[in-house]
């Protein structure tokens, strides 16, 4: 059966079946399989509805368009192409879709920022109002602290934070760390922990009695510290419920990642430095969630001739 031959509306029933199986083949992360699945779903839905008859290059092209007109994030969309580009590529090699259009459609290039950015950063302010808001006098409140300041503090996504284990934490180089902390892709890096960040972190552990195992664990109605371990959900449902308390409306998790990257280099921290510490593969990454903020009190600009005296103005 070809996609190419047989327009993929004919396929019926199965035909979304063929295509995950296909997608997915090789795919053993399931936050990766999640997010390929959503962007299958939506990308047949709306070739349906289209009314396409083969997949192709334009196809692709059309479907970026929809995207970006819909008003979605760049980083949204160039997920979705990622899981399609995949999705031809596949196909092709499972000799349901001709090679050359596979290699066509893999030419269609990402969505540009615009000079959008993506993803929001905290100011100071706001940074040191949500670590403020957990009530420390409860078992609840101290470790949502701890949990916000990892968060802030530490730059961790919300798998690696619901993952640390009590004997992660160690000293090196007289400091505290988390080394060979298991990431994306399972790259492995090692994160400093700041010292008011470690602070929160035994408040936490010595008022739930914890010595061994994960560290962030569910706190029931009664202040009783549970057995079971956080999931990443009830991570994301914590930033947004102190985030509303501080007047903040739209807060993810990830955006505390990236506010740590930009307090980072707004109190000088060096690009390299930043880039280990969020554990990027690439520099140009690491410039993206810092975003862009122009300087008009220190303008690039101000002293290009400062050393030519007759371009020189009398202020200087």
């Avoid at 969505?111 to 609840?140: F, H, I, M, Y």
């Avoid at 160690?170 to 470690?198: C, E, N, S, T, Y």
């Avoid at 739930?208 to 956080?230: H, M, P, Q, W, Y």
């Avoid at 739209?250 to 707004?266: E, G, I, S, V, W």
């Amino acid at each position: 059966m070809s996609l190419v031959s047989v327009p993929l509306p004919n396929l019926q029933e199965d035909r979304n079946q063929i295509l995950e199986r296909v997608l997915l083949n090789g795919v053993s992360n399931a936050h990766t399989q999640r997010a390929y699945r959503r962007a299958l779903e939506k990308f047949l839905a709306w070739y349906d509805a289209r009314g396409y008859a083969e997949l192709s290059r334009q196809v692709l092209y059309d479907h970026r368009t929809m995207s970006e007109d819909s008003g979605a994030a760049p980083s949204s969309t160039n997920q979705e192409l990622a899981a399609l580009r995949r999705l031809f590529r596949k196909a092709a090699e499972a000799g349901l879709l001709d090679w050359g259009k596979a290699e066509a459609a893999s030419g269609v290039d990402n969505s540009r920022s615009g000079g959008v950015r993506v993803g929001n950063w905290l100011t100071p302010e706001q940074a040191k109002d949500l670590l403020l808001a957990p009530d420390e006098n409860t078992c609840k409140g101290k470790r949502d602290g701890a949990l916000l300041g990892l968060l802030v503090g530490c730059a961790l996504r919300r798998s690696e934070l619901v993952s640390l284990a009590v004997d992660k934490i160690q000293m090196r180089d007289d400091r505290w760390v988390i080394p060979d902390l298991v990431g994306k892709l399972k790259k492995l890096r090692l994160v400093p922990v700041p010292g008011w960040a470690k602070d929160r972190l035994d408040l936490w552990t010595e008022a739930a009695k914890i010595t061994e195992g994960k560290i962030f664990r569910a706190v029931r109605k009664n202040d009783k510290v549970s057995g079971a371990s956080l999931s990443t959900t009830a991570v994301w449902k914590i930033v947004l419920h102190y985030a509303h308390l501080v007047g903040i409306e739209h807060l993810a998790p990830h955006d505390l990642r990236r506010t740590c990257a930009k307090l980072c280099r707004k109190s000088g921290g060096d690009l390299e430095q930043i880039q280990f510490l969020l554990g990027h593969s690439s520099i140009q990454t690491t410039g993206k969630y810092l975003g862009g903020e122009q300087d008009i009190a220190n303008a690039v600009n101000d002293r290009i001739f400062a050393r030519v005296k007759r371009f020189q103005s009398n202020s200087e």
